[in-house]
């Protein structure tokens, strides 16, 4: 297979920047298109509640980091990882009404056989989802962990291609 397609990285933010954390994947997405200027073949797409609009872009990603809210009952601001087949079971604990819309997209991609080579997905807990268009405290001050998160992710993919 060709190598430019093989190392090309899509990180697609998710989140509705209407509810505080639950928008963290899209406030995350100016720190990750600073940090990662400088590589070539690196998508930054901003989903935030599109649903099935998102099938194009997961179907033509060979290597995918999804960023959102994931509720994992863990401690507020913390980063949570999943890998592969562990995505689709997060999406059984709703918090929101687009990740039934995302959890659509992923099984519509698997069913028509272009489901992404490889896929993680990285998210903090939330600390609050009331409405205000900013992150608490707590999760803004993790936000550069979880950019270091998904940098450290994307250099992996780039050695290893």
């Known amino acids: 297979m060709n190598r430019q397609i093989d190392r090309k990285i899509t990180i697609l933010g998710i989140g509705n920047t209407l509810f505080s954390d639950e928008g963290v ?4 997405l100016p720190l990750l298109e600073e940090a990662l200027k400088g590589y070539e073949n690196i998508e930054i797409i901003e989903g935030l509640t599109d649903g099935m609009k998102l099938l194009g872009p997961v179907e033509d990603a060979e290597n995918l980091i999804i960023i959102d809210a ?6 507020p601001g913390t980063i949570i990882t999943l890998v592969g087949d562990e995505i689709p079971a997060y999406f ?3 918090m929101s009404i687009h990740q039934l819309g995302f959890q659509e997209v992923l099984l519509a991609a ?3 056989e272009r489901y992404p080579k490889q896929i993680v997905m990285f998210g903090m807990q939330p600390t609050s ?3 205000g268009i900013e992150l608490t405290d707590t999760n803004q001050k993790k936000l550069g962990e979880l950019a270091n998160t998904v940098i450290e992710q994307v250099k992996r993919w780039r ?3």
């Not at 994947?25 to 995350?28: D, S, T």
């Not at 994931?70 to 401690?75: M, T």
């Open 159 to 161: 050695e290893a291609s």
């Open 129 to 131: 989802l009331q409405m």
């Open 70 to 75: 994931i509720n994992a009952g863990k401690e």
């Open 92 to 94: 059984g604990i709703k």
């Open 25 to 28: 994947g899209i406030h995350l």
């Open 110 to 112: 698997k069913m028509r």
